[in-house]
């Protein structure tokens, strides 16, 4: 689809913006401010602006100093591509294509879709998903462009790959980063096959990211990922941060690893090594041979919830943008599977709702995106969304127990595992004593959580009437 004229004058205002920013960062940011305030209505972003305006107009803030550091440390090639296909095109361009196209079709259509390129992997980590999968099953280089491009006419320039480890399909993947240059790819990734090679090649086009699989120090690491791992994900780092790629770390938190992975000691090393962002996600027990145990407590859960909160505030000093996918419901409105702002395609073509929920009733290889999106899972989910009022208890598998199995029963989906089907009630029966436990704190930290907005927001009111 072509861009419409509003949406070439939004990316020739951006270039012209990036100009400034390049040439004196510190004393023109105000003027990509003023930029998006006048451009960035169409997404709905003026709470953020309005903070993002605060911290990067006082220059004592740790997240100035933190925007400041990717203004002189990412190649600058990465940092264009990483404005004009993220902000502009996937934001800014996308979400009101989307919601346009959902209004049309009455369907959702996702701002991003995580998809994986192959099954296999060189590794077979403890919780992966992935490690559920077959092997030799991949999505052709044919079938990843068709994805693409039929995501593009919906308005969607994000898009994730998982696995398997997607970058055993490493230079299929630059193909198709190369061709799709108006697109953002960011790759959750072990980071164990990145090299010098591939890291110039990234470096020169600019518009691939990634998540590099970290959880902890290289005892606790290795022990889920194997021997060795550790050293390979520090020498990976190490390449990204000197040609100036943008990277995160991925981390699966479980009852064993929570402390460690929110420790000073980590985030002084995700620091070190040039890591901008920190994504948490709780263990989920997916697959007939996951391990309950891995589970967290209650009390674990909060101290996670607190501890990712704290390291983002002001008055922490880290310098990391830390995400919890499960505890940060609160921020995009509970579950956000099912194409209502992602959804997932294994390496068999099966459009699932979420990475973590292997159910399916369309396949891309045999039918087109729009198609998949509107299956009648994704229609029940769309219905039925968000499962709980409570944001700390989104999940229709984890927290929720009861609703995935209705969801597949009313549908008919089907198990999408490639090795070892599961039914949703052997999955509910390794949920039901989490959720029933983590019910009563999650009640007490809403309303908490409720309390701190009222306040916030009756200080404001105040503030304005002085």
């Known amino acids: 689809m072509q861009k419409t004229l509003s949406e070439s004058v939004k990316a020739f205002g951006l270039k012209q913006v990036l ?36 911290v990067l107009t006082d220059k004592d803030s740790k997240w100035y100093k933190y925007t400041m550091r990717l203004f002189h440390e ?64 991949f999505l052709t280089n044919e079938q990843m462009d068709k994805l693409v491009t039929q995501g593009k006419e919906l308005g969607i320039y994000m898009y994730i790959m998982t696995g398997g480890e997607p970058l055993t399909r490493k230079w299929d993947i630059i193909k198709l980063a190369e061709k799709h240059n108006d697109c953002y790819f960011h790759i959750f990734t072990n980071s164990t ?32 990922r194997g021997e060795g791992c550790y050293q390979k994900v520090m020498n990976a780092m190490d390449l990204l941060k000197k040609y100036g790629i943008v990277f995160a770390v991925s981390v699966c938190y479980t009852h064993y690893n929570y402390k460690m992975v929110t420790s000073d000691e980590y985030y002084d090393l995700l620091e070190k090594k040039g890591a901008r962002i920190a994504w948490y996600f709780h263990y989920m027990p997916v697959g007939n041979d996951a391990s309950p145990e891995l589970l967290l407590t209650p009390d674990e859960r909060e101290y996670v919830y607190r501890r990712v909160r704290e390291v983002r505030s ?38 699932e709702p979420c990475v973590f929920i292997h159910y399916s009733q369309a396949n891309i290889k045999d039918s087109d995106l729009l198609d998949c999106l509107r299956q009648p899972l994704f229609m029940k989910y769309r219905e039925n969304q968000p499962f709980n009022e409570n944001m700390l208890q989104p999940c229709p598998m984890l927290e929720n127990p009861e609703e995935l199995g209705k969801l597949v029963a009313e549908t008919g989906a089907h198990s999408t595992d490639l090795t070892s089907p599961e039914t949703p009630e052997a999955l509910a029966k390794k949920t039901r004593p989490y959720a029933a436990a983590w019910a009563p ?12 907005k009222a306040a916030a927001k009756a200080k404001k009111e105040a503030e304005k009437q002085a």
């Open 19 to 54: 100009g400034y920013l390049e040439k004196d960062p510190e004393n023109n940011i105000p003027k990509i401010l003023d930029w998006l305030d006048k451009y960035g209505g169409a997404v709905a972003m003026p709470n953020q602006l309005a903070f993002v305006r605060k």
């Open 314 to 351: 002001l008055e922490n000093p880290h310098e990391i943008f830390t995400i919890d996918f499960q505890n940060d419901g609160e921020y995009i409105g509970g579950c956000i599977a099912g194409g209502k702002n992602y959804c997932h395609i294994n390496s068999n073509g099966d459009v």
């Open 193 to 224: 096959l990145i090299d010098e090679e591939f890291a110039k090649k990234c470096q020169e086009l600019g518009n691939l990211s990634f998540a590099i699989s970290l959880e902890g120090t290289e005892e606790t690491n290795d022990a889920r």
């Open 441 to 452: 704190k999650a009640d007490e930290l809403w309303k908490e959580r409720q309390a701190e």
């Open 74 to 137: 990412i190649d600058p090639n990465c940092l264009d591509k990483f404005f004009e296909n993220f902000v502009v095109n996937a934001s800014m361009i996308g979400l009101p294509r989307e919601r346009k196209m959902a209004a049309k079709y009455k369907c959702s259509i996702p701002w991003t879709i995580l998809f994986d390129p192959t099954s296999a992997c060189n590794m077979h980590c403890t919780g992966c998903w992935a490690a559920e999968y077959g092997h030799k099953v």
